[in-house]
Nanobody, 116 residues
């Protein structure tokens, strides 16, 4: 079955960095678009970034552009999110997501807290 397992969250000071990972299994990773979303406390889940299977240019939400980088390693079935210059509003649970055979799949998320 499809599984997405995020890791790498934690507590970081404003201006710091975190690198999130999402290990995927149960589907053809190299043929699948991979997305990162986040949900801040009391807010709706929002899209953060996408790295398509076609290997085109990654795309980012305006709120993270220039600070976050999505990448993928098809040999490890893993997608990453490097987050730099983090702001307190970056405090959220971060989820990876993919679609396979017409269904959306989500991981359970990893929490990142940006606080001094």
């Amino acid at each position: 079955q499809v599984q997405l397992v995020e890791s790498g969250g934690g507590l970081v000071q404003p201006g710091g960095s975190l690198r999130l990972s999402c290990a995927a299994s149960g589907f053809t990773f190299s043929s699948s678009d991979m997305m990162w979303y986040r949900q801040a406390p009391g807010k709706e889940r929002e899209w953060v970034a996408v790295f398509t299977s076609a290997g085109g240019m990654p795309t980012y939400a305006d709120s993270v552009k220039g600070r976050f980088t999505i990448s993928r390693d098809n040999t490890k079935n893993t997608v990453y999110l490097q987050m730099n210059s983090l702001k307190p509003e970056g405090t959220a649970v971060y989820y990876c997501q993919t679609a396979y055979c017409g269904m959306d799949y989500w991981g359970k998320g990893t929490r990142g807290t940006v606080s001094s």
